[in-house]
C-alpha cells in the first residue's frame, strides 16, 4: 500500500480543541477543491509506503497522529489507520467535509468548504468539532447555510469553531487584514455564543 505525501512531521497541534497536544502529521497530497485563499502546500512530494508511515509515526513519543491534507479522503486511509492502531497510536484526521470518511477514527474535525449543499451528510454527523474561518468571501452566509442545513446549532456535542483566516507564519496581529479577521471573529462568537473563537496557535509561534 502506498500513499501520495505532501509531509510528515511531529509538531504542537495548532488549532481546536488539541491544541498544544504533541501530535504525528501526516499530509496527504492531493485536494478535490481549490480554494483560493489556501495556505496549505498540498502537492506531492513523495510515496511512501504504509509500513514507513507506521514506523515514522511510532518512532516519536506521542501515540496520536492526524492525518490531514489537501484532502485525505482522496486517499485509502483505513489501513493505515488499522495498522496505526495495532500499536495503540490514536488516529485524527482533519476533512473539507465533501467526500465519505470511513468511520474508524478517534477524532474527526471537519473545515467545511465548498457548497453547503456538496457536503456529505454522514461526515457532518461524525465531526466532533467544525470549523468555520472568518476572512473567506461571503463567510456569514456560509456559516449560517451549513448550520441550518445540517443542523449544527442543535448538535451540543460537535464543537463549533470560529478562526480567522491566517497569513503563513511568521503572524502579526498588527498585520491589517489579519486584524480584522481577528476581530470580526471575536465579535461573532461574542454575538453567537454556541460558537468559540480559535486561532492558529502555530502561526503564532512560529512552528509547523
Known sequence: MLYEIAETFYSLKGEGDWTGTPMS????????LKCEWCDTDYSVKRVVSLNELVEEVISRPARKVVITGGEPALQDTQPLVAKLRKHKVKCHVETNGTLPIHMDWDWVAVSPKGPANKLDPIVINMAAEVKFIVGVPSWRQYIDEVCDQFGLLDKVNTIKWIMPLAKPYPFRLADGLIEENTQQAIA??????????????????GIK
Open 25 to 32: 502529521f501526516i499530509r496527504l497530497a492531493g485536494c478535490n
Open 188 to 205: 461573532y462568537c461574542k454575538g453567537n455564543p454556541d460558537f468559540r473563537f480559535c486561532i492558529q496557535m502555530h502561526k503564532v509561534v
